[in-house]
């Protein structure tokens, strides 16, 4: 897929990101394995990377932008894939209402990203992550 390293628009909350999501198909047991980007065009002295050491795009299929990884949210079956906005805009009004604020500036490294994956209302998709080493 052509230019995955471009960070993307989204709104949340009438304010605008850019934002990524980024992995390293060739590196599957080096922490950390995939991360979120996330810039608030108002503050762009402020870079917060959201990091997920077992949640992984299914890449041996190829499917960055298509299908994802089965899981449950909120009671039913659904597929999580991380490189899509609906799943971007979810993280973004988490982390910027519980971890930041408007004037911070630096890079912040989360690296519990299932964990807020997991409070989002996200659960049974261990066992499709790659397995730990």
């Known amino acids: 897929m ?8 989204i709104i949340v909350k009438e304010k605008r990101y850019l934002w990524n999501y980024f992995y390293d198909d060739m590196d599957c047991t080096n922490y950390p394995y995939s ?14 990377r959201v990091y997920f ?6 890449m041996y299929l190829d499917v960055y ?13 659904v597929e999580m894939n991380l490189s899509r906005p609906f799943f971007a805009r979810q993280v973004i009004e988490y982390v910027f209402d519980k971890y930041c604020h408007g004037t911070d500036v630096g890079e912040l490294a989360i690296r519990n990203g299932e964990a807020i994956l997991e409070n ?11 397995p730990s080493q």
């Open 2 to 9: 052509k230019n995955r390293g471009k960070l993307r628009h």
């Open 35 to 48: 991360y979120y980007l996330f810039v608030p065009e108002e503050n762009p002295k402020l870079k917060v």
């Open 53 to 58: 050491t077992k949640y992984a795009p299914q």
């Open 65 to 77: 932008a298509g299908e994802g990884t089965i899981c449950q949210y909120k009671g039913r079956q």
């Open 120 to 130: 989002l209302g996200y659960s049974d998709f261990y066992e499709y992550f790659w």
